[in-house]
Structure formats: structure tokens, C-alpha cells
T-cell receptor, first 116, second 116 residues
Framework: GAVVSQHPSRVICKSGTSVKIECRSLDFQATTMFWYRQFPKKSLMLMAT?????????EQGVEKDKFLINHASLTLSTLTVTSAHPEDSSFYIC????????????FGDGTRLSIL | AQKVTQAQTEISVVEKEDVTLDCVYETRDTTYYLFWYKQPPSGELVFLIR??????QNEISGRYSWNFQKSTSSFNFTITASQVVDSAVYFC?????????????FGKGITLSVRP
């Protein structure tokens, strides 16, 4: 089945640090990648949608300058949390899908971000 | 607007019991896709099934079965002879469009605990 790799799985860093999270599709070309945020015991909240070579489309209320997304190739998208603060602590999870109609999103393992 | 309702929040069963997870959806589109994902304690989301709106056939995969009924806008998931490894959060999701940028609308998730 389709495999999506997300790295790192866990980050603990000081307030003010910028953190980059990578999302790779290992065995298929991901036309579109999605970034989600999940709070404890809550559902997934879509942050942004990115297509290879295009600017990401952000959901309402998500700061573009805070959460920088780059989708440079059909297999890699990155999310950079800039100048992270404790309120950015969360579980971030990416997904990727191919272009086929009704293709499911395949999810990475998630990144648990803790800002001290 | 599309909406997914998972009215059950937490279910606890004893191993070998059967359990059904309910999912009710709302959409104005005639073409849509329904999904179930499993999120074990480790955090990753595992794709379980996709069903398109034109296919009302029920599906069985091992101990898992799905009942899709358009008349009641429901897509319920049954686990037969539950096992401890089935303990996880289960999300039902809906996608209205088939394009690459189609977003998933998730329900709030059902936490299933299977006790030995």
C-alpha cells in the first residue's frame, strides 16, 4: 500500500525556535499533500493544502507566515513552524494522495511538537 | 456544507464482543466518497476503507464490515470478535469532490477500548 513518511516523529525545543517537518510519499507521486493539526482527544483540523510547485492554500484562521509550507516535488512537502511558542505545541500530521479519482489520503505517522 | 457526525464518543467492550461504530453524514453532492480511518495510540492514521456514493454494496474484510445506506446517510463500521489490538480512535470522513484537492471532513472520532 501507499506509504507516507513523516519526520521527525517528535520534537522538543525552546520557544522562538523554528521547526521543520518533512512529509514524503515513498512509493507514489503525491499530487496533493495536506497538513493537519490535532489537539489531544480531538479530531484532525486541516491547516493547508499544497500542490507540487504551487503556493499552499491555507484554511481560515491559519497564519501563513507562521506555518510555512513548501511542496517542492511530487514526493516531498515541508511544514516549517516559525518562531514557535508553547501554544504551537501539538500533534502535526501530513497526508498525501495521488491524482486518481476518489484516491484516499494516506497519512504519515505524525510529529509531536513540544515547545518549552 | 458537508458534515460527519459520530455520535458515540467512547465505547468499551470485552474481547470477542462485536461492536458497531456509527457514522452519519450530510452532503448536498450526489458524488462523494466516504472513508474510515483508524488511529492507534501511536498516533498514525491507518486507512481502512473507501466507498463512493454510487456503490452501496456492503463490504467485509476479515473481522471488519461496513454497512453503507444512502437512505439514512449512514456508513457504519462493525468489528466482529473484537481484539485488544482493535483499541484505537476511529474516524469516519467524507470527501465531496473527486479532484486532487478534495478535502476530507472528519467526524470527531470514536475511542474504542477493548478489554481482555
Amino acid at each position: 500500500g501507499a506509504v507516507v513518511s513523516q519526520h521527525p516523529s517528535r520534537v522538543i525545543c525552546k520557544s522562538g525556535t523554528s521547526v521543520k517537518i518533512e512529509c514524503r510519499s515513498l512509493d507514489f507521486q503525491a499530487t496533493t499533500m495536506f497538513w493537519y493539526r490535532q489537539f489531544p482527544k480531538k479530531s484532525l483540523m486541516l491547516m493547508a493544502t499544497s500542490n507540487e510547485g504551487s503556493k499552499a492554500t491555507y484554511e481560515q484562521g491559519v497564519e501563513k507566515d507562521k506555518f510555512l509550507i513548501n511542496h517542492a516535488s511530487l514526493t516531498l512537502s515541508t511544514l516549517t513552524v516559525t518562531s514557535a511558542h508553547p501554544e504551537d505545541s501539538s500533534f502535526y500530521i501530513c497526508s498525501a494522495r495521488g491524482p486518481a479519482r476518489g484516491e484516499p489520503q494516506h497519512f504519515g505517522d505524525g510529529t509531536r511538537l513540544s515547545i518549552l | 456544507a458537508q458534515k460527519v457526525t459520530q455520535a458515540q464518543t467512547e465505547i468499551s467492550v470485552v474481547e470477542k464482543e462485536d461492536v458497531t461504530l456509527d457514522c452519519v453524514y450530510e452532503t448536498r453532492d450526489t458524488t462523494y466518497y466516504l472513508f474510515w480511518y483508524k488511529q492507534p495510540p501511536s498516533g498514525e492514521l491507518v486507512f481502512l476503507i473507501r466507498r463512493n456514493s454510487f456503490d452501496e454494496q456492503n463490504e467485509i474484510s476479515g473481522r471488519y464490515s461496513w454497512n453503507f445506506q444512502k437512505s439514512t446517510s449512514s456508513f457504519n463500521f462493525t468489528i466482529t470478535a473484537s481484539q485488544v489490538v482493535d483499541s484505537a480512535v476511529y474516524f469516519c470522513a467524507l470527501s465531496e469532490k473527486s479532484g486532487a484537492n478534495s478535502k476530507l471532513t472528519f467526524g470527531k472520532g470514536i475511542t474504542l477500548s477493548v478489554r481482555p
